[in-house]
C-alpha cells in the first residue's frame, strides 16, 4: 500500500460529516505547552502559542511521556492557540515530520496566525491530519495565510471547547444539537463499556465461578467527552493499527 493510499483509506474510515453549531468570538490561550498520555499510549499536546521555543517545547514533552510510555501517536492541540512566528511553525512541522508517527491536529474558529500554518504546514508535508471546525480568517502572523478547511469536521460550540480542554472527561454539552454524531461514525470503539461486574456475572450465570468467590474489579477506563479530542484518539489508534499490519 502506498503513502497516498494509506491516507486515502484512513479518511475512509475516519470520515465525518460535517456538524455545525454556533461559534462565539473568545480570546487567545497563551498557556505553555501541556502534556499527557490519552487512553494508555496516545501523546496529547497542546499549545497555547507558537512562539520562538514551540519545535523544543514539543520534542521536550513528547520525550518526557515517551521515557515510561510506549506512545502510538500524537494528538497536537491547536485549539485558541496563536502567535505569529512562522520560523518556528515550520520548524516544528519539519520535527513532527521526521518523527513519522501517526498525528492529528486539532483546529477551530479560534486558531490563529503561526498556528494556522503550522496545521496547513503538517498537512502539506503529509504529516498528519486535521480535525475540528475551519478558523476563521486571520493575518497576525503577517502573512496572507489560506483558509485551513479540515479534513475531518467536527464543530463543537467555543465554551464547550474550553471546558472540554480543562476536563475531556466531563459531561457532554447541554445543548448539543447532534448528541450521537460522534457515536453512530466511531471506526474503533473508544472503550468496552461492558463492566468487571458484568463479566463476573456472566461467568457465575455459566458456572465458571462461585459467586461467593472475591472477584479482583479492575478500575473503570474513563471515556473522553470531547467530540474532537476522541475522534483525534479513535484516528491515532486507527492509524496504529494499520502500521503494526504494514509491519
Same mark, same amino acid.
Given at each position: +500500500? ?7 483509506? @484512513? ?6 460529516p460535517? @456538524? ?10 497563551? /498557556?505553555p505547552?501541556?502534556s =499527557? ?19 523544543? #517545547?514539543?520534542?521536550a ?13 500524537? @494528538? ?16 516544528t =512541522?519539519?520535527?513532527?515530520?521526521? #518523527?513519522? +508517527?501517526?498525528?492529528a ?9 503561526a ?10 508535508k503529509? /504529516?498528519g ?52 454524531a460522534? #457515536? ?6 473508544f472503550?468496552?463499556?461492558?463492566t468487571? /461486574? ?5 461467568k ?9 468467590? =472475591? ?28 502500521? =503494526?499490519?504494514?509491519?
Open positions: +500500500m502506498t503513502r497516498r493510499s494509506l491516507w486515502i483509506f @484512513v479518511l475512509a474510515l475516519a470520515g465525518l460535517a @456538524v455545525q453549531s454556533s461559534l462565539r468570538a473568545d480570546t487567545t490561550d497563551t /498557556a505547552v501541556k =499527557a498520555v490519552l487512553a494508555g499510549n496516545v501523546a496529547y499536546l497542546r499549545a497555547g502559542q507558537v512562539g520562538k521555543n514551540l519545535a523544543d #517545547e514539543i520534542r514533552a513528547q520525550g518526557a511521556l515517551a521515557v515510561s510510555n510506549k506512545i502510538a501517536g500524537t @494528538v497536537l492541540d491547536l485549539r485558541f492557540a496563536g502567535g505569529d512566528d512562522l520560523d518556528s511553525a515550520r520548524a =512541522a519539519d520535527w513532527f515530520a521526521a #518523527e513519522k +508517527m501517526p498525528l491536529i486539532l483546529v477551530n474558529g479560534q486558531t490563529r496566525g498556528a494556522v500554518a503550522l496545521a496547513a504546514d503538517l498537512r502539506d503529509r /504529516a491530519l486535521v480535525l475540528g471546525s475551519t478558523p476563521e480568517p486571520d493575518a497576525s502572523a503577517g502573512a496572507n495565510l489560506p483558509p485551513l478547511q479540515p479534513d475531518i469536521i467536527v464543530a463543537v460550540a467555543l465554551d464547550d471547547e474550553r471546558d472540554f480542554q480543562q476536563n475531556p472527561y466531563g459531561p457532554p454539552p447541554q445543548n448539543d444539537p447532534h448528541p450521537a460522534a #457515536e453512530k461514525n466511531d471506526f474503533l470503539p472503550v468496552d463499556h461492558t468487571e /461486574a458484568d463479566l463476573v456475572r456472566a457465575i450465570k455459566d458456572g465458571d465461578q462461585d459467586e461467593n468467590s =472475591a472477584p479482583q474489579l479492575a478500575p473503570q477506563l474513563q471515556v473522553i467527552r470531547d467530540p474532537v479530542l476522541a475522534r483525534a484518539v479513535d484516528l491515532i489508534k486507527g492509524l496504529a493499527v494499520v502500521r =503494526a499490519s504494514r509491519a
